[in-house]
């Protein structure tokens, strides 16, 4: 069974301050998501990427996918109150549709 | 646009009972996916359709647990005999064939057995 292991579990920022979290495997994944979900809430798709070394952006949150697409990280720059949520990161081995999912990492961004 | 919907978004019942939950997917996503999410985990796979067909079930899959899609569009969730461990949320997700990997989610059922 592939686990994702996400790291920190939980971060408490204040606003205005920049934060990474990460993403780690010992699998290859075809592809990798990044969720954020909000209490009693579905989670909601903020990128996928499927090339190693990629990165991509988005506003001020900036993703990328390991040069082994075994790790992904993302970096959030200038936190805002809105980004407060469950980050998850997901993957797909290639060799079936589900996704597994990470840990999570719960960041709360204060004033 | 029309995201992925869920009835009932919440569901009491007593230990024993039965219970089915619905899920809508995007109009023109030919995929739908069920996890289940417990406090604190991220989401667990349990089953997938493409189109009507049923095609992998994960092991967290009871036999109390049923899943069908009749006619390719909206799906249904049943649980039979709902024992106190089946409390989670539980939620649905669709995608494109072509772009399989892009799962959108809808906001779920929170079940409660008491």
């Known amino acids: 069974t592939q686990l994702l292991e996400q790291s920190p579990q939980f971060l408490s920022i204040q606003e205005g301050e920049n934060l990474t979290v990460y993403c780690n495997s010992s699998?290859?994944?075809?592809?990798l998501q990044w969720y954020r979900q909000e209490p009693g809430e579905g989670p909601v798709l903020l990128v996928t990427?499927?090339?190693?070394?990629e990165v991509k952006k988005l506003k001020r949150l900036t993703f990328q996918f390991g040069d082994a697409r075994k790790d992904s990280s993302l970096h959030i720059t200038a936190a805002q109150p809105g980004d407060t949520g469950l980050y998850l990161c997901?993957?797909?081995?290639?060799?079936?549709?589900?996704?597994?999912f990470g840990t999570g990492t719960r960041l709360q961004v204060t004033l | 646009d029309t995201g992925v919907s869920q009835n009932p978004r919440h569901k009491i019942t007593k230990r024993g009972q039965n219970v089915t939950f619905r899920c809508d997917p995007i109009?023109?996503?030919?995929?739908l996916y069920w996890y289940r999410q417990t406090l604190g985990q991220g989401p667990e796979f349990l089953t997938y359709?493409?189109?009507?067909?049923?095609?992998?079930k994960s092991r967290l899959l009871s036999d109390r647990f049923s899943a069908e899609r009749p006619k390719g569009s909206f799906s249904t969730l049943e649980i039979q005999r709902t024992e106190q461990g089946d409390s989670a949320m539980y939620l649905c997700?669709?995608?494109?064939?072509?772009?399989?990997?892009?799962?959108?989610f809808g906001p779920g059922t929170r079940l409660t057995v008491t």
């Open positions: 997700a669709s995608s494109p064939t072509q772009n399989r990997d892009e799962q959108y």
């Open positions: 997901a993957g797909n081995t290639g060799t079936a549709s589900k996704l597994t």
């Open positions: 990427v499927v090339t190693g070394g």
């Open positions: 109009s023109e996503h030919n995929r």
């Open positions: 359709f493409q189109n009507e067909a049923q095609l992998e």
């Open positions: 699998s290859v994944f075809s592809s």
